[in-house]
């Protein structure tokens, strides 16, 4: 990995770092409230007592300098900064051995595995990959979700750029912020992947609310649940949707919908 990624990988966490240090009140950590405070939530020196750790070095780690945490002070971190279960994996992703550079290059995907949204018929159904570009697509889902099949297709923009998604999806403020949450945590996952850079800048130009929410570094995976969408046959319907990851590529996601039965 090139000095440059490296770089990128430490400025990601200490971004990370600091979005959950300022989402914390004092008297939700047992501080003691004392003065006027100038930022949100937990002073640096507060959280790097609360972990066992020195001010300075935490302060480094959240500037995004070549300091390498262990486990150990990972942990502790975790722990002060109440991270979830999907958190704490992406902090010591983060802070973990840097990953083999990725091309700047479309995305492979097996003939066999793109055929499997086909086989799922009359079910919608697509593939995504690493960065929620749309890699197989069948025709109930082209029909569910209108103006999906663009030039450039990819979920994200679809759901930020498309006037289509805030009709489709009854509850799009939800849904959008989910998916955001999800490509926060893939994008942290790969902080110099050129493809998530293009992604994001666009997705920033385009959303204000792709502005205002990514600061949060709200962090989500797939998995499954329920949606409202408006189907252009039957009206509002409830339906329930299922991820599978491909085993060889884990980062390339089978979403399959069944409506929801009463």
Do not use: C
């Not at 103006?147 to 805030?166: G, H, I, K, Q, V």
């Not at 991820?243 to 069944?258: K, W």
């Amino acid at each position: 990995m090139s000095i440059s990624d490296l770089a990128a990988r430490r400025r990601e966490l200490g971004a990370f770092l600091r979005s959950r240090r300022e989402r914390i009140t004092p008297s939700e950590a047992g501080v003691p409230a004392t003065g006027r405070r100038r930022t949100p939530g937990l002073r640096r020196e507060e959280l790097a007592f609360l972990a066992g750790i020195s001010a300075t070095w935490y302060t480094y780690l959240e500037q995004g300098r070549d300091i390498r945490p262990s486990e150990q002070v990972l942990t502790a971190l975790a722990t002060a900064l109440r991270l979830t279960g999907h958190e704490r994996d992406h902090l010591f992703h983060l802070a973990g051995a840097p990953a083999a550079p990725e091309p700047d290059e479309p995305e492979a995907v097996d003939p066999a595995v793109a055929a499997i949204p086909m086989l799922v018929r009359p079910n919608p159904a697509y593939l995504t990959g690493v960065s929620y570009d749309l890699l197989s697509v069948n025709p109930a889902a082209t029909e569910l979700f209108a103006d999906l099949n663009t030039d450039r297709p990819n979920l994200a923009r679809w759901m930020f750029t498309s006037p289509a998604a805030r009709q489709v999806l009854v509850d799009w403020e939800r849904e959008a912020q989910v998916l955001l949450a999800r490509l926060r945590g893939a994008a942290g996952r790969h902080p110099a992947h050129p493809r998530f850079a293009r992604l994001i800048e666009e997705l920033h130009a385009a959303s204000p609310e792709v502005r205002e929410w990514w600061p949060r570094y709200d962090i989500q995976v797939s998995r499954t649940g329920t949606k409202r969408l408006r189907h252009p046959r039957h009206g509002i319907v409830t339906m329930t949707h299922t991820a599978f990851h491909v085993a060889e590529h884990p980062e390339q996601t089978l979403v399959v919908y069944a409506e929801q039965q009463d």
